[in-house]
């Protein structure tokens, strides 16, 4: 018996049985423009929501310009104290990757759309972008505190902005995670910047 070919959706080829052909190539409507809003009922007024929701995106935007900045330093980092800081940068940047999931699913969860894609996070941050190259350690380290800085004064407008809106949880994520997070980090970071005597005490 001859067997019966037909042509699937999604592809060229014939033979395969249509409900095992995955649909390919797709593309649609946006189904929530981003600064839009659904509903979602956890007792914070639309008001408060857009507004956290615009903080929260600032710092996402920020936190992972940061994040992406460890990774840069933690490859192209050199010198005498390149095993420690290869480590710290990779380990710091697992804890902003953290942070970053945080503050996105509270975006989410506020009914907004987290900000996700690189060319958006460009043009978001105000993070200085560093260059392309390679940079000497005590520039790197001086990058990464001044981001961190950015981040802290995002967070802390961010969490007095969700305190007069009401939002306790915000408030909580940005004081208990946040903001501990990165004070922590930014005093690892400055310790490697003071100039110590290794050997012989001046």
């Given at each position: 018996m001859k067997r019966k070919t037909q042509r699937n959706r999604g592809t060229k080829e014939q033979g395969a049985p249509s409900e095992a052909q995955p649909i390919l190539d797709q593309r649609g409507r946006e189904i929530q423009p981003y600064g839009?809003?659904?509903y979602y009922p956890i007792d914070v007024n639309e008001k408060a929501k857009i507004e956290n929701v615009a903080?929260?995106?600032q710092l996402l935007s920020d936190t992972m310009a940061l994040r992406d900045m460890y990774k840069k330093h933690h490859w192209q980092v050199s010198g005498p104290t390149f095993y420690q800081l290869h480590l710290l940068f990779d380990k710091h940047y697992e804890e902003q990757v953290r942070l970053m999931d945080l503050?996105?699913?509270r975006v989410q969860t506020l009914g907004?759309?987290?900000v996700a894609m690189p060319h958006d996070v460009a043009e978001m941050t105000r993070i200085?972008?560093?260059p392309r190259g390679r940079e000497q350690v005590p520039v790197q380290l001086s990058r990464l505190i001044e981001a961190h800085t950015q981040?802290?004064?995002q967070a802390r407008a961010a969490a007095r902005l969700a305190v007069k809106n009401g939002d306790d949880?915000?408030?909580n994520l940005l004081?208990?995670?946040?903001?501990?997070?990165?004070?922590m980090q930014v005093w690892f970071l400055s310790e490697h910047l003071v100039d110590t005597p290794l050997v012989k005490a001046r």
């Open positions: 839009t809003l659904v903080a929260l995106n503050i996105a699913e907004g759309i987290a200085e972008r560093p981040v802290i004064k949880t915000t408030n004081t208990s995670d946040v903001l501990p997070a990165n004070e």
